[in-house]
Each structure stands twice: as C-alpha cells, then as structure tokens.
C-alpha cells in the first residue's frame, strides 16, 4: 500500500511541476514577471476553469497550489 501511495505522490508532484514550469514559461513569454503569489493566481485560475468546463480539477492542481502556498495537504484552500 505504501508503494502506491508513493507511486501516487511522485506522479502528482512531476504533473504540478510540470504545469507550473507551462505557467512560468507562459508568462516568461509574454514579458511577465514569475513569483510566488502569481503562479498561486494562475494555478487557482486554471482551477477555477477546469471545474467550470469539466466540473473536476485534476488533483496535481491542488498539490501545486498547496506547495507553493506551504499548505497542510489535507487542508485546501483556493479562495485567496
């Protein structure tokens, strides 16, 4: 059990990379400045879109979202 939970974690964590890296390089293209509190907008932006198209968020959004905000990661919170 405990592999798959690792297994679980470790693909979440390469999927958050990797759409956080698309947002930075996304804004990097436009000229726009990367930190913190904006990658947090644009991620819970992306979320906000997502459960309004699909009506689900890919959970790798929500890990992002709560590293980057040092988030308990049983306690989500996307309203800023």
């Keep these: 059990m405990k592999d798959s939970e ?3 974690t470790e693909s979440l964590y390469w999927e958050a990379c990797r759409i956080t890296g698309m947002i930075c390089l996304n804004l990097a293209d436009r000229g726009q400045q990367t930190d913190r509190n904006r990658l947090i ?3 819970v932006t992306l979320v906000k879109a997502s459960e309004k198209e ?3 968020c890919h959970p790798s959004l929500i890990f992002a979202i709560e590293q980057l905000r040092g988030d308990d990661p049983d306690e989500v919170r996307l309203h800023s």
Aim: without cysteine; negative net charge.
């Design 41 to 43: 907008r644009e991620l």
């Design 6 to 8: 690792d297994e679980l």
């Design 54 to 56: 699909n009506e689900v």
